[in-house]
């Protein structure tokens, strides 16, 4: 096992990796897959603790972050000291990837297995990430583009945005952040939103074919398709209806959020 303590710019190059466990609080996140041999670029830091380092040759393991600041102690650190960190870090696109940050923004692209971020306040951008990919946050907004394989998202505030996703299985939950996905959907797709104030908007091909079910207490419903059908009762607005052949699924509840379906081209 090897360790470092840095404090300062610094560059370092590591044997095969095969899980990233990765906490900073300010500054800026890179982690982006690569073919070439992991690789750490501290560009810049301010902190009166140093990052520790630690890469494990026989686990395949290599983890980055502030010893005292933990994945469950995370919500904390809002009210102390900002530690800035710009950090590039590159691994195979196989890797694990375990991600956090408190108020740094932070960008994770190309990868394909197992992925799962956590901010604070921190904005997070997903680029090309596939396989089980999951995101938590509290007022930090998150960006999905071209998303292939399964998505969880939680958040309190935090807008969700997902742009070119064709899912396997999308989950999202929110209090009062805003959802807006661009979807293609498979055959076995499942789609499911929850919010209690957050608006959300989908758009979907013009010729999807998928069975669709939006229920909210109070909020809006708008939809371009003209094969749901619309009902209210006590306390309850739906739409509902099968476009298309069916086969695909998508879930919308909200309690008194806007709710808008939109079309898009064909497939």
């Known amino acids: 096992m090897q360790q470092w303590t840095i404090d300062q710019p610094h560059q370092l190059t590591f044997g095969e990796v095969d899980s990233l466990d990765v906490r900073i609080v300010a500054g800026r996140l890179d ?46 650190w809002l009210r102390r000291d900002r530690r800035r960190t710009v950090l590039s870090i590159t691994v195979p696109k196989t890797c694990r990837v375990k991600a ?15 992925t799962h971020v956590k901010s604070v306040s921190g904005e997070v951008v997903l680029d090309g990430v596939s396989g089980t990919v999951s995101a938590n946050t509290v007022s930090g907004a998150v960006e999905s583009r071209a998303m292939d394989g399964d998505l969880s ?16 299985r999308l989950k999202a939950n929110t209090v009062s952040g805003r959802i807006t ?26 010729n999807v074919a998928t069975d669709v079910t939006v229920r909210s207490t109070s909020g809006r419903l708008v939809s371009a398709f003209d094969e749901l059908s619309s009902g209210s009762g006590p306390g309850t607005r739906t739409l509902s209806g099968r476009l298309g052949g069916g086969m695909a699924s998508l879930s919308v509840i909200t309690v008194s959020g806007e709710v808008t379906l939109l079309k898009g081209d064909k497939e």
């Open 100 to 114: 956090g940050v408190v108020s740094a923004p932070a960008v994770l692209a190309g990868f394909e297995r197992l």
């Open 31 to 76: 982690v982006l897959a690569s073919d070439g041999p992991p690789t750490l670029e501290v560009a810049d830091i301010e902190s009166a603790s140093p990052l520790q380092v630690t890469y494990d040759e026989e686990t395949r393991s290599l983890t980055v972050a502030y010893r005292d600041l933990t994945w469950d102690g995370m919500l904390g």
């Open 181 to 206: 996905a661009d979807l293609s959907l498979r055959p076995t797709g499942h789609v499911t939103f929850n919010s209690v104030s957050g608006d959300i908007l989908v758009r979907l091909p013009e």
């Open 153 to 168: 998202f939680i958040s309190v505030s935090g807008d969700l945005t997902v742009a070119d996703g064709t899912p396997h």
